[in-house]
């Protein structure tokens, strides 16, 4: 599956749409990870657990999304977009979308 931030794949035509695709998932903050990020938040530095963690996440929502585009007939998406939104204390949801296309 090609996957592209812009409105095209250089180098590839488009022949076919077929609409918008998505995938998400709702991770929630790990103990472990918590008691980290409050020493953190003391001397400061990069939160290693939760930039793991979001990238879990992104690689688990482009991996739905470009399964929803390959059963509808694509092979590549475009316009691939990121949303993130809190959907309780401690849990967060990253959401993926783009533009399911057939490309040659």
């Known amino acids: 599956m090609l996957l592209s ?3 095209e794949i250089p180098g590839h035509t ?3 749409f077929y609409g918008v ?3 998400s998932t709702v991770r929630a903050k ?3 990870r918590d008691l980290m990020a409050g020493l953190k938040n003391i001397v400061g ?7 793991e963690l979001l990238g879990e996440a992104r690689q688990e929502a482009i991996r739905r999304m470009s399964e929803q585009a390959e059963s509808i007939g694509a ?3 475009v316009n691939v977009r990121f949303q993130t ?3 309780a204390q401690g849990a967060a949801e990253l959401f993926a979308y783009g533009t399911a296309v057939r490309v040659d």
């Open 5 to 7: 931030n812009t409105e």
């Open 14 to 16: 488009i022949r076919e």
């Open 21 to 23: 695709v998505t995938g």
């Open 30 to 32: 790990h103990i472990g």
């Open 45 to 51: 530095g990069e939160l290693k657990g939760y930039t």
């Open 75 to 77: 092979n590549a998406v």
């Open 85 to 87: 939104s809190s959907v």
